[in-house]
Structures are given as structure tokens and as C-alpha cells.
């Protein structure tokens, strides 16, 4: 049986999230007269399938390359053939591919825990992309998308997969909609739309990846045992995009250490990029900034937390000093938190009596609040950066380019989902077993890791944690390749990183495939 993650009573939205709104675009993308998906879809009296086809063109990397775009439901249904939901997904296949086995598709998906798949699409993988300021600041509305020059698309073909009660998915009877959100429900029922596009699709015979950002990190790692195990779909390689498998790593909670070490490199390079350091330690490069914040942090700083309350006062004062020291902080501060600095203290005391909260997604992104008393993050502002650019683009461009009409609503991130079942024990979710569990099975599984260095929302330095604790035989270590960008938790915002990233991933999608 798929062996699910050690659960916790855990909610904590990973992924940005956007609320509608109705602003202009600028869209020059030209679809053709729309026509039936192939194959048709099933068209039931209790709940019928929708799609619409439209196709295009992108020039990426300098290639022109022509493509379908679908936007389609697909049922979900139980043993009995009743619907049970309608999800939501919007594919883009290359034209002209003789023989589609050959041709990998990744299966993409954001986080939440109700998030909808807009974030990666519009910002990484898909052909069009929302328009920022080159290091990924806002800018004024209107909003505009403008041709995304690298895309994955020229690499391989892309699903974007919205789970139930987000996007415009939705469990066929509303009051059934909370069985669909939980750990394990999740997994099950992503797995079963992906095996229904892969055979509908005869895809069977295709390289198959699965990409996921935040919470959709832990999805997909959950997928790699319940796709190989309930449908025997063995996967070519996983894609996390701010990666968290195990919430101990960044879960501020009572007894729980582990975060204050984890976050402690991230703090540095914030305090570093918003020159909060010392004069010795600002005029060093970040890298090595980083490297001595991570010496510490695993060293002195780790052992002292270790020993609680044994700690003798001349220690705690030399710790206290180093962790101002690496923050930012006053050793003040610190020691009144007794050594334990939690983030929304952090974003908020860094920059002091200026009024500012920087941001948890990104921490390069400052802003300002109202209450300048209160003891922690008033809202998240590079969350708010970018909420209402991605929510407009994509509702015009859902309806304009791709010929989706509906008046339904499309939830971008929802609070519906919640309560999330985590599941029964009083443990902290862990589905790095997992993802062990997948490759040791398949042991031709790779693994790719995407962080970044300013993410405060899941730390670099805890997803180096989580893989060096992975637990499966040196053999298959070398399965997993990570890269590390210059910006946070949506890395691909900063159109450098962009850059870098799709050649580190299209790079692993050709070896992962046998290219």
C-alpha cells in the first residue's frame, strides 16, 4: 500500500497567493477558431467535460515553435462511474512530433495547500509570462504578459493541473468538496487525473516528469509513490520548484529547534542584501557570507541550542552575539528572544524604526505597514508585489487567447480547502520517506531541486537538510542535482534566474529522458 507522510496539524499556505482582478492586458497571441479536443470528451447529463483548442506559435530560444493549447476538465469519477469532480487543466502539445513517445510531458502543479497552477505557468514553464521589472518588482497596472523566450515548451509538452476547489476545478457535489482535501485525498486524486490524461491521451509511452512549487513539492513527492504503486506509472524524474518534504525543517513550533538553525544562512543573505551586516561581513561576496553563516549554523549555533537551559551564561552571550552578528539583529534582541529568532520576528525587527516589513516569499522585497507596534508580519509584500498582476493576466488571457468562457470564478488561491487533513498522528508531515521509497523502486527516478537564496518561506539550507537525511543507499544519491538562484521562493521572477533555470532544467529533462 503507498506509504503516506508522517501527518501534523499543520496550516500554512506555501505558495503566493492572488485575488481577481479586472485590469487590462496586453496580449497579442492569436488563437485560431477553436475546435473539439481529440479525443472528444465524455458529455454527461450529471456533469459534462469541457474543451476548447486553440493553437499558436512561440519563438523560444530563438526557434519558432508552432503548438496546441487545450483547456479542458476532465471527471474524476468512484467505482460506480458517478462523478465525483471536475478538474481543470490547460496543456500545451508541440505540432508536428511524428512519434509522441518521444516527446517527454511534465505534469506542473503550485502549492497551498490551495493554490492554483498559475504561478509556474505564468511565471516559468508556459509560453506566455507575466511582465515585471527585470529583477521581478512590480510594476503599475495594467498588467500585461508578454512572450516567454524560455519556456519549457521547446523541451517537452506541459500540463498545468488546477487541484479541486482551486482554479476552476470543483468536487461535483460542493458538500463533498472537503474529501478531496488532505494529504493523502490529494495525492489520490491528482494521480487518477493524471492517469486518465496519459491514457486519454496515449502518452503511456512518453517520458513523464512532474514539476511542483511549495506545497506542491510534497504533493509531487507523495505522487511518486502513489502513481507507482496504485497505477504502476513509474515516473522519469520530479522537478521541485522551493522545496519542503519534511515540516519539521520550518515549523516554528514549541521544542522544535530545527528551524532556527535552518533559517539562520537565509536571515544572513537578507540581512546581507538589505546591508544590515557588519562592515566586515557586507563587503564580502553573498557566497561567502553564506558559507559562514552555514559553519555557524550547523556548528556552534546548532550545539548550543542543543543544550537548552545547560547553557552557561559566557556561551549564550558569544552565541547571542553571533547570531546578531549573521542577522542582522542587536545581541539585545536576540537574547530577549533567547536565541531563537521566528521569521515573522525577523521580518519584521530587520530593518527597524523604519516602518518596513520585508518579505517572506522573497526577502528582497520591503514594504510598508500601518501598525508599526506590532509583533510581527502585518502582510507579506512581496506576495502582495505580485498577486494582482498574475490574477488579471491570466483571467484575460484564460478567456481572450485560449477561448475558455465561464462565469465561474477562477481561485487562484482558496481558503476553501481548509481545514487541510495532514493526517491522524501528532507527528510533522514527512513525505521525503516517500520520494526515498520512489527511488529506491525505480531507481532510474532523478531528482531536480530548484532554491532560492532569498526565500524565507522554505529556506535553501533546510532543503539541503532534507536530502542529506534522505535516507536511500549512495548508489542513488547521485539521482538528485540541485541548483540555487539569486532570488526567493518564486526564483524565476528575477529574469536572470529565469534564464538559468530553464537551462538547468531542460538539461535534466534530456538526460532524465535518455536524450
Request: proline share 6%; charged share 20%; glycine share 6%.
Amino acid at each position: 500500500m503507498t506509504r503516506f507522510p508522517r501527518p501534523a496539524s499543520l496550516a500554512l499556505a506555501l505558495v503566493i497567493a492572488c485575488f481577481p482582478a479586472n485590469l487590462a492586458l496586453a496580449d497579442d497571441a492569436k488563437p485560431t477558431e477553436s475546435k473539439p479536443a481529440d479525443p472528444k470528451p465524455k458529455d454527461t447529463k450529471d456533469s459534462p467535460e469541457k474543451s476548447v483548442v486553440t493553437e499558436h506559435k512561440a519563438t523560444i530560444g530563438g526557434q519558432e515553435v508552432p503548438y496546441v493549447a487545450t483547456a479542458a476538465t476532465i471527471l474524476l469519477r468512484d467505482a460506480e462511474e458517478k462523478p465525483t469532480a471536475s478538474i481543470f487543466h490547460i496543456a500545451y502539445t508541440r505540432k508536428g512530433v511524428a512519434d509522441p513517445a518521444t516527446r517527454p510531458i511534465v505534469f506542473s502543479f503550485n502549492g497551498g495547500p490551495g493554490s492554483s497552477s498559475v504561478w509556474m505557468h505564468l511565471g516559468l514553464l508556459g509560453p506566455r509570462r507575466v511582465r515585471l521589472e527585470d529583477d521581478g518588482m512590480p510594476l503599475p497596472p495594467p498588467y500585461q504578459l508578454v512572450d516567454n523566450e524560455w519556456s519549457l515548451l521547446d523541451e517537452a509538452d506541459l500540463v498545468f493541473i488546477d487541484p479541486v476547489s482551486t482554479g476552476f476545478s470543483r468536487a461535483n457535489k460542493p458538500e463533498d468538496a472537503h474529501k478531496f482535501h488532505g494529504v493523502q485525498a490529494d495525492a489520490a486524486s491528482v494521480a487518477d487525473f493524471i492517469r486518465l490524461y496519459i491514457t486519454r491521451n496515449k502518452r503511456w509511452a512518453s517520458p513523464k516528469f512532474l514539476i511542483g512549487e511549495s506545497y506542491g513539492t510534497t504533493r509531487a513527492a507523495a505522487l511518486s509513490t502513489e502513481l507507482a504503486e496504485r497505477h504502476r506509472m513509474n515516473l522519469n524524474g520530479i522537478l521541485l520548484v522551493s522545496t519542503v518534504l519534511n515540516f519539521q525543517t520550518i515549523r516554528f513550533a514549541e521544542g522544535n529547534d530545527l528551524p532556527y538553525v535552518l533559517y539562520l544562512p537565509t536571515y544572513a543573505a537578507t540581512a546581507w542584501y538589505h546591508k544590515r551586516l557588519p562592515a566586515d561581513l557586507q563587503a564580502l561576496p553573498l557566497a561567502e557570507v553564506l558559507s559562514q553563516a552555514e559553519a555557524f549554523a550547523a556548528g556552534d549555533f546548532n550545539g548550543g541550542l542543543l543544550r537548552g537551559s545547560s547553557l552557561d551564561a559566557a556561551t549564550r552571550d558569544k552565541l547571542a552575539k553571533q547570531v546578531a552578528r549573521f542577522t542582522g539583529l542587536t545581541a539585545e534582541y536576540v537574547e530577549r528572544c533567547d536565541l531563537r529568532v521566528r521569521i515573522d520576528r525577523f521580518t519584521k525587527e530587520l530593518l527597524g524604526t523604519s516602518s518596513q516589513v520585508i518579505g517572506r516569499f522573497d526577502a528582497r522585497y520591503k514594504g510598508h505597514v500601518r501598525d508599526r507596534v506590532a509583533p510581527g508580519m502585518e502582510y507579506d509584500p512581496s506576495g502582495e508585489a505580485v498577486f494582482g498582476a498574475f490574477a488579471s493576466t491570466f483571467n484575460q488571457y484564460v478567456r481572450g487567447s485560449l477561448n475558455y468562457e465561464t462565469d465561474q470564478p477562477y481561485e487562484i488561491l482558496t481558503g476553501a480547502v481548509n481545514p487541510w487533513n495532514w493526517g491522524e498522528s501528532n507527528g510533522y508531515v514527512n513525505v521525503a520517506d516517500n520520494l526515498a521509497d520512489a527511488m529506491t523502486h525505480n531507481p532510474f527516478l532523478r531528482v531536480h531541486v530548484s532554491s532560492g537564496y532569498f526565500d524565507l518561506a522554505t529556506p535553501y539550507f533546510a532543503t539541503r537538510y532534507t536530502f542529506n537525511h534522505l535516507g536511500v543507499d549512495a548508489a542513488l544519491r547521485k539521482n538528485v542535482s540541485m541548483d540555487e538562484y539569486t532570488a526567493g521562493h518564486m526564483m524565476y521572477l528575477n529574469l536572470a534566474d529565469l534564464k538559468k533555470q530553464k537551462g538547468d532544467l531542460a538539461r535534466f529533462i534530456r538526460s532524465a529522458s535518455g536524450h
